[in-house]
């Protein structure tokens, strides 16, 4: 598969991939390749369905790009296991929509390997994809004025944890008393993007 590449400049140009999974698998892809010496590269920024490459030879991340492979591509980032009290006002409504009880809700959450495919919003907030289509929820219809630090919600089909406190539409299944955001901390984000997290219930 040869990985579609729009030049944005003579040294920047952005992948187009499929999914948030395959943005994350292909920024760690080319975050091995940078350690290996195989690619020379300012910043690697992965989106939703997109690969930033900024500060880069075009012609040879074309050539590079050539050798991914996105169906046999793994995840290689570190493992993060975050503690959640799943005390959230929302997880009962969350059960409901997937048609089981809260504790298998939350058995659900915490069988799935999450990929940090990104952040924004704010610093510290991952993007976290993996749960599968069907457990997607909608956001709420009126969004909270206060979200409380810690929060733990999904939308969609991505899960996220407030770092701190916002106004916020996602589904509040839980808490989590982790520091998602510490300046002092390298790399400052916990979950920095292709970082793989588990849920673990406490």
């Not at 944005?8 to 698998?25: F, N, P, W």
């Not at 089909?157 to 989590?176: D, E, F, K, L, N």
């Amino acid at each position: 598969m040869r990985v579609p590449l729009r030049p944005y400049g003579k040294r920047a140009a952005l992948a187009d991939v499929e999914s948030a999974m395959q943005a994350a698998a292909l920024a760690d892809w080319a975050r091995a390749a940078v350690r290996a010496g195989r690619l020379e590269v300012e910043d690697i920024v992965p989106a939703a369905r997109t690969v930033l490459f900024d500060g880069v030879d075009l012609r040879g991340l074309d050539e590079l790009l050539a050798g991914w492979e996105p169906r046999s591509a793994a995840m290689t980032g570190a493992l993060v296991e975050v503690p959640v009290r799943f005390d959230g006002p929302d997880l009962a409504d969350v059960a409901e929509r997937w048609g089981v009880a809260a504790d298998e809700a939350v058995g659900r959450l915490t069988s799935v390997e999450l990929t940090s495919a990104f952040c924004g919003f704010a610093p510290g907030f991952a993007y976290l994809a993996g749960l599968p289509e069907e457990l997607a929820v909608p956001r709420l219809t009126s969004p909270r004025e206060r979200v409380a630090p810690g929060s733990v919600g999904l939308a969609g089909s991505w899960c996220g944890i407030y770092p701190s406190a916002s106004p916020g539409g996602w589904r509040i299944v839980g808490h989590t008393d982790a520091v998602l955001w510490d300046v002092d901390r390298e790399p400052p984000a916990l979950l920095a993007p292709g970082t793989r997290v588990v849920l673990r219930a406490c």
